[in-house]
């Protein structure tokens, strides 16, 4: 009998549900809370878990419908148990917990950065999953590079300040440009990438493959300062030429620390997952990599999703295991802080 699992992603500002058979997603609904936080410039956690609270059950609700099938035709919860924000992680835990407690079902822990890279084989056979690779996250809050081993993961390197997704939101509120910024300065930055104006700004230097973005976001803020002091030039022109100069100075400094890793480290293939990996630069520079193989997750699953969260579930538990151990499963914890690989041994 095929295994179905339902699994429950709440880390961020994405309420997520799917429900996978085997290792088939046959339903999957998300709520973005993007409206609620884009007049703050930004996640307000507060916020962030009191949305999950209000629309969980009505996701559930909707992603079981759409499945056809109901709560006792379950096999098994899956749940993000970090990284994450503390209350909004609690919240998608805690409805996990109940749900598995009620119906008598084991409840499967998901590490969401394990999940991203995870994410490119989504309803991919076990065995086709590459053993060996480079794996990239570039997302809101993380940016990392890791080598897979197996189910093993070794962080080799990671931004030593912001995380790229973060700092792509903090210069486009600078800008003045909509939250969250990672579409909106890749939209201007596809347009005017040949425009011989556009400034250069310094790469950020840091140790073997290690990343940096805070000091992109300090000299964007400089040049901006100065520019405003100056009065040289309408806001427009300005908000085209940096955005686009800092696309190319994040993504080049991204994409450098890739090269030298996969020579390094002999690899040739790439995993890559997180939001910023939808990005039109980042990817066309990754497709003209010579000699190596990159595995993308389709563009709905770059972001924050339960589809990867019920996948990682699916390939990486055994699901003839019964919970019975009903006292663990009522202590357990988030935890936001997880980094990517823990939870498997
Ligand atoms: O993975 P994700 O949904 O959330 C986290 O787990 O952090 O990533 C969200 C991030 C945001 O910072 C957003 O600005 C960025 O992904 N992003 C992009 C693009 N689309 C979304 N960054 C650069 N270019 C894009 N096209
Ligand atoms: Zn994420």
């Known amino acids: 009998m095929k295994q179905r699992l339902l699994a429950i992603e709440t880390s961020c500002d994405e309420t997520s549900i799917?429900?996978?058979?085997?290792?088939?997603?046959?339903?999957?609904?998300?709520?973005?809370?993007?409206?609620?936080?884009?007049?703050?410039?930004?996640?307000?956690?507060?916020?962030?878990?009191?949305l999950h609270s209000k629309t969980i059950f009505e996701l559930i609700n909707l992603t079981?419908?759409?499945?056809?099938?109901?709560?006792?035709?379950?096999?098994?919860?899956?749940?993000?148990?970090?990284?994450?924000?503390?209350?909004?992680?609690?919240?998608?835990?805690?409805?996990?917990?109940?749900?598995?407690?009620?119906?008598?079902?084991p409840l499967y822990q998901v590490n969401h950065l394990t999940a991203h890279a995870y994410s490119p084989f989504i309803g991919t056979a076990k065995n086709l999953i590459p053993r060996e690779a480079l794996v990239v996250i570039a997302s809101g809050g993380h940016s990392l590079l890791a080598l897979k081993k197996g189910k093993k993961f070794e962080i080799i390197g990671q931004t030593k300040d912001d995380a790229i997704g973060e700092v792509y939101d903090k210069v486009a509120k600078m800008l003045g440009l909509p939250y969250p910024g990672g579409p909106a300065i890749d939209e201007i930055a596809q347009k005017h990438f040949n425009d011989s104006k556009v400034v250069s700004l310094p790469r950020p230097k840091?140790?073997?493959?290690?990343?940096?973005?805070?000091?992109?976001?300090?000299?964007?803020?400089?040049?901006?300062?100065?520019?405003?002091?100056?009065?040289?030039?309408?806001?427009?022109?300005?908000?085209?030429?940096?955005?686009?100069?800092?696309?190319?100075?994040?993504?080049?400094?991204?994409?450098?620390?890739?090269?030298?890793?996969?020579?390094?480290?002999?690899?040739?293939k790439i995993i890559i997952g997180g939001g910023v990996t939808i990005n039109s630069y980042f990817q066309s520079e990754l497709k003209q990599l010579p000699n190596v193989k990159v595995f993308f997750p389709k563009n709905i699953y770059t972001g924050d999703n339960a589809a990867m969260i019920a996948y990682t579930a699916a390939i990486t538990y055994n699901q003839n295991l019964k919970n019975e151990d009903f006292d663990k499963l009522l202590q357990l914890d988030s935890n936001p802080n997880l980094i990517i690989g823990e939870l498997v041994d």
């Open 18 to 50: 799917a429900i996978i058979e085997d290792i088939f997603i046959i339903s999957e609904q998300t709520h973005s809370q993007i409206a609620n936080h884009a007049k703050f410039g930004g996640v307000i956690p507060e916020l962030a878990s009191r």
């Open 64 to 105: 079981l419908r759409d499945a056809n099938c109901k709560l006792t035709d379950l096999d098994g919860i899956a749940v993000t148990i970090g990284p994450g924000l503390i209350n909004s992680l609690q919240v998608g835990l805690t409805v996990a917990k109940s749900l598995a407690y009620s119906l008598n079902l």
């Open 206 to 268: 840091v140790r073997e493959y290690d990343l940096s973005f805070s000091g992109l976001k300090s000299a964007v803020y400089n040049l901006i300062n100065n520019r405003q002091i100056a009065k040289e030039q309408p806001s427009q022109i300005y908000q085209e030429e940096i955005a686009t100069a800092f696309q190319k100075a994040a993504i080049d400094h991204f994409i450098t620390k890739i090269k030298l890793a996969l020579n390094d480290f002999n690899q040739t």
